[in-house]
């Protein structure tokens, strides 16, 4: 990691999480005032939600390196010439 870059990446971390407390403290209130078990549920949801991307970007990420193995252009030669 760059030396100049990681007071920048740990404030944007540290702001991240402040800003994530204090939106789902919000957020959280709004959902209990309409049922109580539902910032409970939410949250689950939201969970289950990053572990699935979680899971299936790098697969994603996997099958698309395979498939641009190549330097050149679908069709076209190493030469240039299709």
Known sequence: M???LQ???HALFSAAGTAGSLLGATVSGFLYAVEPGMPL???GVLYLLVTV???VVPVLRH???AVSVGHGRVGQ???GTP
Do not use: V
Request: glycine content about 12%; charged content about 15%; proline content about 6%.
């Open 2 to 4: 760059p030396q100049g």
């Open 7 to 9: 007071g920048r990446i």
């Open 41 to 43: 549920l939410t949250m």
């Open 53 to 55: 991307a979680l899971l």
């Open 63 to 65: 099958r698309c390196s």
């Open 77 to 79: 030669s190493e030469s």
